[in-house]
């Protein structure tokens, strides 16, 4: 009858369990009774939220060729020759136009002379000391982002930057995880609320607070209720209640071994005690229990019991409601893979990817310009020069403010490289597979991701390198590099070949026909720029003829992007980054975009779960979807010999 105290008696211990086995235990019975649920928000809403699957760019950013300094838009050849000894006037609306930061860029005009460069006579007319190159000072459409690429990968925690990066790339609205409802209920008779004065035997209640605001931080919606008494039918009357409108129940006290504690056994009436009493001081008293197929935790009283019970056993449950990773913010040393040079002025804030190879922590700069806001995205720590400071010379050591938890760095594949959107997509499906389990990508082009491999910052090179000899791809040039055994994972075969507008209406055939037109390049290192220089030098092709040559850019979509808007005429990449942008292809030929690596990398369980997806039916419909790529021997990997 309700109202009615029921005495029951005491709740000895006779047997505990580790904490290993209880979590064991408990998640194994919860497996088919927890489910992930998904809601659509706005993502200007969506802080800390965990992303339901992949988002992709709708825009670029910039959506158009901008200038990026206050000055004039010139036509770089009428600034030919322009010297101190030979200064050059340049005539407005003729040679040159005025514009700001962010202004567009269009033809004639292909470069800007910054404000302070231009030299004013008495006469009124305007001078220049030094030529510009073509594409000095401006940021080309999608150098930020690219229509089409991954923003954010699914099970993702959406950060500030991530916001604005969604926002830039024309996304509006975005599927997230369903925050759990959880209650929160303490039990006592003794328990009084903080507002109330306290009595001989009073004690004021603060552990549900702490609770609340755990579940908060940990993604959850706490909905925390007043004290219950120590009445078995109100203790009961309450639980039903709760667990029809909450997806867990957590209740603070009452799990102990006192005649009052009635916690366990009004769970043991209403459903399943999967455990009760842990091997762990202080928290023994903790009981994990399932009714009705919703998790339902007893905490014991003692707030720091109370803490690391909910620690080890409310976290895990939630963080599976929720798709998450629990992180946090500490700081650690890492080997910096590439020398950063600053300026004695400031405090340099350098965005960082993060990865352990051969037992250090490797730290990879990205972009540090103050545009590239998807450096933040992509980050796992930062870096910082303190003033004073020139900078950090490669293979030294710095502390790194990390954005992960080091345990889920420890556990991110390394991969530094040539560029391709199959990265974008094994990264997507890596953590949603494998749980904890990440691919850290950085795009340095072919040789410069063997170099890294050399020097034992990655655990894998995507290259796809042409020897000249004998037209073979990667095998000769890997085995030239290193003298241990080395292997490759073959990837993808792909098509290279020349992009240009939709309906070619330049007529463009060939490499012949580069020289009387815009041209976007690939950076040095890049095997899409060896394939190019290849080809130029078999026609007696020089690099100098051809405008745009140096004006280089990282990634087949970003020359994709170049060559969809005013930014150039023609590029070079493969055929997947000319379809994804509606492009027409000019094929030159085929070749092999594989995945080097030292063989002992082979036994790593990341490299091992890669090979997996590589291989699975799931990558291979959505590259078969993208168009371009042939996929008859993804995953199959070929053993090179190390040279003598």
Not at 270 to 298: D, F, N, S, T
Not at 476 to 493: H, R, T, Y
Not at 559 to 567: C, E, L, Q, R
């Amino acid at each position: 009858m309700a109202g009615v105290t029921k005495m029951g008696k005491r709740n000895l211990y006779l047997k505990t369990v580790s904490v290993e086995e209880a979590q064991e235990r408990f998640m194994e019975k919860l497996e088919p009774c927890l489910e992930v649920q998904y809601e659509e928000i706005e993502v200007v809403n969506s802080l800390h939220r965990i992303t339901k699957e992949a988002s992709i760019a709708r825009y670029c950013s910039p959506l158009f060729n901008a200038s990026a300094m206050d000055g004039i838009a010139v036509v770089s050849a009428h600034t030919l020759g322009a010297s101190e000894k030979t200064p050059v006037a340049l005539e407005e609306g003729r040679d040159y136009v005025v514009v700001d930061t962010g202004d567009p860029i269009h033809p004639p005009y292909d470069a800007v002379i910054m404000a302070e460069d231009i030299v004013e006579t008495e006469s009124g007319e305007h001078t220049i000391l030094q030529a510009a190159a073509p594409w000095d000072n401006i940021r080309p459409i999608g150098e930020d982002i690219v229509t089409g690429e991954m923003i954010l990968p699914s099970n993702h925690k959406i950060r500030p930057m991530d916001i604005g990066a969604l926002l830039s790339a024309g996304i509006l609205t975005i599927p997230v995880v369903k925050k759990p409802r959880m209650a929160i209920y303490p039990t006592g008779t003794e328990i009084i609320e903080p507002t109330e004065t306290p009595g001989e035997g009073d004690i004021i209640e603060s552990n549900s607070r702490v609770i609340e605001n755990r579940v908060t931080e940990g993604g959850g919606i706490p909905h925390r209720f007043p004290a219950i008494p120590d009445d078995y039918e109100k203790i009961r009357e309450t639980l039903v209640h709760a667990i029809q409108t909450h997806e867990m129940v957590i209740i603070n006290a009452g799990s102990s071994a006192g005649r009052e504690d009635y916690t366990v056994q009004v769970l043991r009436e209403l459903g399943e005690v999967v455990v009760h009493g842990v091997a762990m001081k202080p928290g023994k008293p903790v009981i994990l229990a399932i009714v009705q197929g919703k998790p339902v935790i007893g905490l014991p009283g003692y707030p720091v019991a109370a803490y690391m019970a909910y620690e080890s056993f409310v976290v895990p449950v939630l963080n599976k409601l929720t798709g998450q990773v629990d992180t946090q913010g500490s700081r650690a040393k890492a080997v910096v893979s590439k020398r950063l040079v600053s300026s004695l002025k400031h405090r340099e804030y350098v965005r960082v990817k993060l990865g352990v190879v051969k037992d250090k922590l490797v730290a990879s700069p990205l972009a540090r310009g103050a545009g590239a806001a998807m450096s933040m995205v992509k980050a796992d720590g930062c870096l910082i020069i303190p003033q004073n400071s020139e900078g950090i010379g490669a293979g030294e050591s710095a502390e790194v403010v990390l954005y992960k938890a080091l345990t889920e760095i420890v556990q991110t594949l390394v991969v530094i490289g040539s560029h391709d959107l199959i990265l974008d997509l094994i990264a997507d499906r890596l953590p949603a597979i494998y749980q904890d389990e990440y691919l850290s990508s950085t795009h340095v082009g072919s040789m410069g991701g063997l170099m890294a491999l050399k020097r034992g910052e990655a655990h894998m090179a995507p290259i796809h390198l042409l020897d000249e000899a004998d037209g073979s791809y990667n095998v000769n040039v890997v085995k030239s590099l290193f003298k241990e055994p080395m292997a490759l994972i073959q990837g993808v075969g792909r098509v290279q070949g020349l992009m240009v507008k939709p309906g070619n209406p330049l007529g463009i055939q060939g490499f012949e026909d580069l020289r009387a037109h815009r041209f976007v390049n690939r950076q040095r290192g890049a095997g899409t720029r060896l394939l190019l220089d290849y080809n130029l030098k078999k026609r007696g092709i020089s690099p100098d003829s051809i405008l745009g040559y140096s004006q280089e850019l990282t990634t087949h979509m970003a020359v994709a992007a170049a060559v969809g808007s005013d930014g150039a005429d023609v590029g070079m990449g493969v055929q997947s980054a000319a379809m994804a942008m509606g492009l027409d292809f000019i094929p030159v030929g085929e070749e092999s975009y594989d995945f080097a690596l030292p063989q002992e990398n082979l036994e790593m369980p990341e490299v091992k779960h890669f090979i997996e997806i590589l291989k699975s039916d799931a990558l291979k419909e959505k590259l078969t979807a993208l168009g371009g790529y042939a996929i008859e021997h993804s995953g199959e990997i070929l053993h090179i010999d190390g040279r003598e």
